[in-house]
């Protein structure tokens, strides 16, 4: 439903492009490109997901209570997903 990817050092984690493929949201952390990827803002939420700074156990808990507590369009979100990724494969460019 969700993937969570609080890294400290990944810069370009294909394992979130996997997961937006599959039309999984992701929430990650403010490094390498996961800004870039996820489009979010902060703790706001993005156009695919939630960003949130790294080493900071308590942003990220807040983010996982935003996501459970706010309602949210799942299937748009997931469609933009996937979307994001199909638009950046080899086969596209």
Do not use: N, Q
Not at 23 to 40: H, K, M, N, S, Y
Not at 71 to 87: I, K, N
């Amino acid at each position: 439903d969700l993937c969570v990817l609080p890294s400290l050092t990944e810069s370009f984690c294909k394992a979130r492009l996997d997961a937006m493929l599959c039309g999984t949201p992701v929430l990650t952390t403010d490094v390498g490109f996961g800004r870039e990827i996820v489009g979010a803002s902060g703790l706001g939420r993005g156009l695919r997901g939630w960003v949130v700074p790294p080493g900071s156990p308590w942003a990220l808990c807040r983010a996982l209570d935003d996501v459970l507590d706010t309602p949210l369009d799942w299937s748009a979100l997931r469609r933009r997903c996937h979307a994001y990724v199909r638009r950046h494969t080899l086969e596209h460019w």
